[in-house]
Each structure stands twice: as structure tokens, then as C-alpha cells.
């Protein structure tokens, strides 16, 4: 179940590194600026590999097939909807999701808030799904520090390399029959979609603040904002530079044909134009 390629590529590849078959994917009409859009991109780009169904209706048409098919695991990966009770009655071993991050932390559709919030590692959880979003049994985590050169690219393969690991250990539980451990409630959060108003950078914050909000801001796509010399500019990226000098946070020291040096709370970064 997934609407992003490279999610489903994290399962594929685990599928076949560990001797299994991929028989369905289950994928959603298009949904822009949900896990990419979903319907035909996302089935275009697997139609040579693995049969895609794309449907909404997931209590009528996607468990009918489903069940047809009477899969050992279900597995999800960036699926914008909560899979129903008649999906997850049918595989025999019930079903996992991978979530990206510290569960019950940053549950929800926008785990890369807990970068945005300030989280200076970065964390994933495989569990199992269960009757609300993100809040089944956990099978395995996993963590490692903030790439030491942050962006959105670095992020993310973090988080590839680090939910590949973890559905190793989640698959290998879930097949010897383990229940996994209950999440507990302390602790627990809810990662919203980012707003507009979150969108949009502080300039003369600290240099690596700035920095870790646009890694996550820009995870699927380029969606940071600035204002510089007056004019809102999309961000794609954002360097940190050791440029010495006093000038007031938020000035432009350069111009560049692809961006700006800005004197930031604590130093200076390059942004990036998007």
C-alpha cells in the first residue's frame, strides 16, 4: 500500500532480498502534495515490474482483491488513508507500516515536523497497523544523527537506509510470530501538515535552525519561503557559510545568479532559489 515510489521501492527491495513477492500494490487516485500524487505517475512508473491497483475505495474494491490474492503480510509505506478492517482481517500475518519517526512521536502524515520542530536525530519505526493511524504494536526503530550535510536529498535517504533496516527486523519478528511491543501513550504527538505561516523562513534565526527547516520543509518537493530584499522567493536550499562580520541578522551580504548570502542569528547561510 503506497503512493510514493521510492516508499514502495523500500519494500520491494525488501521483498526481494528476503526471498518474498510483491503480488499487488494498492495505490490512491492522484493526491498532489501527498507522498507525490499518487494514480497514474505512481502506476506508470511500476507497470513493467508489479501489478498496481489504484482505487479510493478501499473497504469495497481494494479488499475484494485483496482477498483474492490471500497475502501472507500487508505493508504500507507513505498511503495517505487508514487501511480498513476489511484489509486488515485478510493477510495472515497481519499487517506493517513505516513510519518516520520515533513513535508515538510525530504521529501522523507529517513526521518531518520532528526535524522542523528540532529533533537532532533522526528516527523510524515499523509497526503494526492497527484501527488508528500510526499507533500499532512496534516491531522495530531505528536512529542515527542528522546527516552532518543537511538537505532534503540527505534526509531522506536517511530515512531509506534506515526504515530498509528496520522492515529487516519487523519482517523477520512478524513472521516468527511476534506481537511487538504497545505503544504507550506518554509522549505522544501529532505531526500536522506544515501551514503557510511554518512555510515561510525567519532569516534571522540561528544558522542551523534555518537549515534543519529547510531539509524538512522540502522533503517531497520544494516548499520554503523567504523574503528577501522585500520579495518572497521558493527556497530549494539552504548551506551553512562561516562569514565572519557584524552585520544586523537577516541582510543580504551576496548576490548570486542562484541565490543569496544571508547574515542569519548566529552567522550566515546561502539560499538557494528554487
Known amino acids: 500500500m503506497s503512493s510514493y515510489v521510492p516508499s514502495y521501492r523500500i519494500i520491494g527491495d525488501w521483498a526481494a532480498r528476503n526471498g518474498h513477492e510483491v503480488v499487488l500494490v494498492v495505490t490512491t487516485p492522484p493526491q498532489p502534495g501527498r507522498y507525490g500524487t499518487g494514480g497514474t505517475p505512481f502506476v506508470e512508473a511500476l507497470a513493467d515490474e508489479v501489478s498496481v491497483l489504484t482505487t479510493g475505495k478501499l473497504r469495497t474494491t481494494a479488499a475484494a482483491t485483496v482477498e483474492a490474492l490471500q497475502p501472507d503480510l500487508v505493508v504500507s509505506a507513505a498511503f495517505p488513508r487508514l487501511l480498513p478492517a476489511e484489509v486488515l482481517r485478510i493477510p495472515t500475518y497481519g499487517a506493517l507500516n513505516l513510519h518516520p519517526s520515533r513513535l508515538p512521536e510525530g504521529r501522523g502524515p507529517n513526521p518531518a515536523r520532528v526535524i522542523y520542530e528540532g529533533s537532532d536525530t533522526v528516527d523510524v519505526t515499523v509497526h503494526r497497523t492497527d484501527a488508528e493511524f500510526d499507533t500499532g504494536a512496534v516491531m522495530s526503530r531505528r536512529q542515527a544523527p ?129
Open 146 to 274: 542528522l546527516p552532518t550535510e543537511l538537505s532534503a536529498a540527505t534526509l531522506f535517504q536517511s530515512w531509506v537506509d534506515l526504515l530498509s533496516d528496520a522492515l529487516d527486523e519487523a519482517g523477520a519478528k512478524v513472521f516468527a510470530g511476534e506481537p511487538g511491543l504497545i505503544q504507550p501513550d506518554d509522549g505522544a504527538s501529532y505531526a500536522g501538515v506544515f501551514t503557510a505561516a511554518e512555510a515561510e523562513l525567519d532569516l534571522t534565526e540561528p544558522t542551523a535552525t534555518i537549515v534543519r527547516k529547510v531539509a524538512a520543509l522540502n522533503l517531497i518537493a520544494p516548499r520554503a519561503t523567504a523574503t528577501v530584499q522585500g520579495e518572497q522567493v521558493l527556497v530549494s536550499g539552504a548551506t551553512a557559510l562561516a562569514l565572519p562580520g557584524t552585520a544586523a541578522p537577516g541582510t543580504v551580504l551576496a548576490k548570486h545568479p542562484d541565490g543569496w548570502d544571508v547574515r542569519t542569528g548566529d552567522g550566515a547561510v546561502r539560499i538557494t532559489r528554487g
